[in-house]
DNA sequence: CTGTATTATTCTAGTATTAGAATATCATAA
DNA sequence: TTATGATATTCTAATACTAGAATAATACAG
């Protein structure tokens, strides 16, 4: 159960809903912040949760434009959920960041490079966290779990703040003095002779 | 430019390297914690780079073994690799997971359950964390940008945990309660009347 | 010289996802 | 009646990735 069948799941579990209706839904609460599903992905995932059995589709008649194909959610579905819910709680996920991989290969950038960059890394962040605050402030008062989500992104956006002011701290006291190290490859200590052109 | 194929230009930049050598490296330093490439992808995303004139291919006749081919970072692969160190340190990328979608269906558990769930969560942050602290201890002194690495991910995990517990004390102060809310249905206020089966 | 392990790369076929165009139905305005 | 726009769904083709088998060269133990 991957993370966009199971947000999809998650609606249908609310009340029966037809494709287009869920794309509105999704774009109404805003749940872009915590899923990417694109408009173009919700009939195929509809599909697949069909095939899976945890979906039934029915017609319905509309006061105004074409039939509607609704789906509503099945027994098997609602343990589907359940225990998706119980995964998604249970296990924390890594989650693999590209700015990782960007500090993995600071030496690339100068010092000057590196402030400037993080720099800006730092005035997203805050512009992210106040625009969820505002958002969370906006809809008071919430029930609790909608709290907690709010809470969570926070936390989490709050936790990479603190750290990359306190990195950039750090890098503006060496600023005009390049990398404290010399980059020695960690691993292979093998050593391979005999090179040649071919 | 994937995160992916960033790690792997960011490894050729330090030093030719054939593909099962970088199998190798990603194992030994434990690279697995902070990306996701499977070995099976790493020919793959050579493959990709080399046609995007990124890296460049040589013969080498090895002292034992198939003769390998080596990986060399061209002018425009370090200035790619140089673009997208920028970007990777410019904007922070929001993640996904799937504890925000357990939390928006949080109401499908009973509040039992819930802390069930999420203690374990805990529990699982609490290792990584002290599994990370470990293995960075085991290696210090390591040069800024590393630990800065360990940093980073030991800031977001613990963020986690602190939100993980702040939340379960929560929850345990209305253990035999259930939620305490009506799920109301945000969004679509639009109503639709003649309902039939087909 | 035979079997097994290690090193190293390629190939095949599949899964999963997505963009974007195409299709279709009805309402309303011009 | 025709055009336009909103609603609603399907289709086509492509991309991106991955697992796992196949291939191949060599070393080494028995």
Redesign the interface.
């Known amino acids: 159960m991957t ?1 966009a069948e ?2 999809i799941l ?1 609606l249908v ?3 029966p809903l037809h494709g287009y ?1 869920i794309e ?2 999704i774009e ?2 805003g ?1 872009r ?4 599903i694109g408009f173009s992905s919700i009939y195929y995932l509809l599909n697949k949760l069909e095939k899976a059995g945890f979906v039934e589709r ?6 105004r434009g074409a ?1 509607r194909k609704v789906y509503t959610l099945t027994e098997a579905g ?1 343990e589907a ?2 225990n ?26 100068s010092t000057e ?2 402030i400037t ?2 720099t ?2 730092r005035d ?2 805050v512009q ?1 966290a106040a625009g969820l605050r505002a958002k969370w402030e906006s809809q008071m008062p919430v ?4 709290a ?2 709010f ?3 926070l ?6 703040l ?2 990359a002011r ?2 950039l701290e ?1 890098l503006e006291t060496r600023r005009h003095q390049g ?3 010399e ?1 020695e ?4 200590d093998r050593k ?7």
């Not at 029930?143 to 909608?146: E, L, R, S, W």
């Open positions: 993370n199971l947000a998650g579990a609310e009340r209706e509105q839904v109404q609460r749940m912040d915590w899923t990417e029915a017609l319905r008649a509309a006061e039939v609602r959920l359940k998706g819910v119980v995964a998604a709680l249970s296990t924390p996920q890594r989650c693999y960041l590209p700015i990782q991989i960007g500090l993995a290969n600071l030496p690339s950038l490079e590196a960059a993080l800006h890394y997203v962040l992210r029930p609790d779990f909608v907690a989500m809470e969570h992104s936390a989490l956006i709050n936790a990479e603190q750290w306190r990195f750090h990398w404290s190290f980059t490859f960690i691993g292979t391979e002779s005999s090179d040649g052109e071919s």
